[in-house]
């Protein structure tokens, strides 16, 4: 976990779609600031150009520090508000600062894989989060921040078993359903068994990955259309493509639903 990686992620982040044209992988090299319309009047001024490499230094010295010997939750809040803080980039800066927390908790070994993301609970509570950001740096108070903080890693992680233990009971349940229909099932469940990976696909995509003729994969989407477990969303004769909606509803609950268009 390094500054060169941090703008390589920056770059991955912003090469496409929203900040495209705000210097991608690249460190500011000018002002910027949050809130207002200018530094004069702006709710919160982050440190110049001149000061963010150094600081910038600082703050990967103290994700590499051994000395340190904090919780790797403490760490992760205390990095990601110095990150925000410092605002290295013209754009970004709060998505890439969120990935942070999760690869700090992997590179520490807390996790095996990038399970635990604080977005929707930094989005449900926007307002709080912005205060208690900017509470630390006029008063200090790195406490606050850090109840606030652990708060919502209880949260997210509560609703991450929750999200899992939905999703293998969907499942389940749908695996059921499958295996009562008598010959088709081998090859419909493994369809199915697909899906949980790719809850998007069409016919062509199923032959390839499933290593099933056309005819049996048309027919296996089939079965699964009149079992209520798939969708086909286009409405056409040919080109069909098929979609796991109760996985994906479950995946995107209480986010704005996934678009497939």
Same mark, same amino acid.
């Given at each position: 976990?390094?500054?060169?990686?941090?703008?390589?992620?920056h770059e991955v982040l912003l090469n496409k779609g929203r900040?495209?044209?705000?210097?991608?992988?690249?460190? @500011? @090299?000018?002002?910027?600031?949050?809130?207002?319309?200018?530094?004069?009047?702006?709710?919160?001024?982050?440190?110049?150009?001149?000061?963010?490499?150094?600081?910038?230094?600082?703050?990967?010295?103290?994700?590499?520090?051994?000395?340190?010997?904090?919780?790797?939750?403490?760490?992760?809040?205390?990095?990601?508000?110095?990150?925000?803080? !410092?605002?290295?980039?013209?754009?970004?800066?709060?998505?890439?600062?969120?990935?942070?927390?999760?690869?700090?908790?992997?590179?520490?070994?807390?996790?095996?894989q990038p399970l635990l993301y604080l977005s929707l609970y930094?989005?449900?509570?926007?307002?709080?989060?912005?205060?208690?950001?900017?509470?630390? @740096?006029?008063?200090?108070?790195?406490?606050?921040?850090?109840?606030?903080?652990?708060?919502?890693?209880?949260?997210?992680?509560?609703?991450?078993? &929750?999200?899992?233990?939905?999703?293998?009971?969907l499942f389940t349940e749908d695996r059921k359903k499958i295996?009562?229909?008598?010959?088709? &099932?081998?090859?419909?469940?493994?369809?199915?068994?697909? !899906?949980?990976?790719?809850?998007?696909?069409?016919?062509?995509?199923?032959?390839?990955?499933?290593?099933?003729? !056309?005819?049996?994969?048309?027919? &296996?989407?089939?079965?699964?259309?009149?079992?209520?477990?798939?969708?086909?969303?286009?409405?056409?004769?040919?080109?069909?493509?098929?979609?796991? @909606?109760?996985?994906?509803?479950?995946?995107?609950?209480?986010?704005?639903?996934?678009?497939?268009?």
């Open positions: 976990l390094s500054l060169r990686l941090i703008r390589e992620m900040g495209s044209s705000k210097q991608p992988g690249e460190f @500011r @090299r000018s002002q910027n600031w949050i809130g207002g319309t200018r530094p004069g009047n702006a709710k919160f001024v982050p440190p110049p150009p001149e000061k963010l490499m150094d600081l910038l230094g600082e703050l990967e010295k103290f994700l590499h520090d051994e000395t340190v010997k904090l919780p790797t939750l403490v760490k992760a809040a205390l990095a990601h508000h110095q990150f925000e803080t !410092l605002h290295p980039f013209l754009d970004g800066n709060g998505r890439l600062g969120r990935l942070l927390i999760t690869f700090i908790l992997c590179v520490d070994g807390i996790m095996r930094f989005k449900t509570h926007r307002q709080a989060y912005y205060d208690h950001l900017q509470l630390v @740096r006029e008063t200090g108070d790195w406490e606050e921040w850090l109840q606030f903080f652990l708060k919502g890693v209880v949260e997210t992680a509560n609703q991450a078993v &929750s999200t899992a233990q939905a999703i293998l009971n295996e009562i229909i008598g010959k088709p &099932s081998a090859s419909t469940l493994m369809v199915h068994h697909y !899906l949980q990976r790719h809850p998007t696909t069409d016919s062509k995509k199923i032959v390839e990955n499933c290593h099933l003729s !056309l005819p049996t994969a048309i027919k &296996s989407l089939n079965h699964l259309t009149k079992l209520g477990i798939v969708t086909e969303i286009t409405g056409k004769a040919r080109n069909k493509i098929y979609v796991y @909606r109760k996985y994906l509803d479950i995946l995107s609950e209480g986010t704005a639903p996934i678009r497939l268009d």
